[in-house]
């Protein structure tokens, strides 16, 4: 059975950071790149970053660049998002998801096989 579960999300101040992991099993790992989406209410959902299968490329939307950054441990099936200088714009659900293709576009959610259930990040004094 394939599972992605993201998790680390929570309540934090602007400015503040957090790091959400997402653990995958299931299927090979290695063979995928990963990404990380978010959704916020009545908002479509938008890619915030991906890594490619072997960690070689990463991509970031222009809202995150030089605040978050991806990372993965393909020997524990783990994608890190470490999220710095957090804004209350950046307030969504946070989903993980896998692609075997890396010809797509990276934040076009639709390039993707596999999702996991979502981690609420709230960025709010």
């Known amino acids: 059975e394939v599972q992605l579960q993201a998790f680390g999300g929570g309540l934090v101040q602007p400015g503040g950071s957090l790091r959400l992991s997402c653990a995958a099993s299931?299927?090979?790992?290695?063979?995928?790149?990963i990404g990380w989406f978010r959704q916020a209410p009545g908002k479509e959902r938008e890619g915030v970053s991906c890594?490619?299968?072997?960690?070689?490329?990463?991509y970031y939307a222009d809202s995150v660049k030089g605040r978050f950054t991806i990372s993965r441990d393909n020997a524990k099936n783990t994608v890190y998002l470490q999220m710095n200088g957090l804004k209350p714009e950046d307030t969504a659900v946070y989903f993980c998801?896998?692609?075997?293709?890396?010809?797509?576009?990276?934040?076009?959610?639709?390039?993707?096989?596999?999702w996991g259930q979502g981690t609420q990040v709230t960025v709010s004094s």
């Open positions: 998801a896998a692609a075997i293709s890396g010809s797509g576009s990276w934040y076009n959610p639709y390039e993707y096989d596999y």
């Open positions: 299931g299927f090979t790992f290695d063979d995928y790149a």
């Open positions: 890594i490619s299968s072997n960690g070689g490329s990463t």
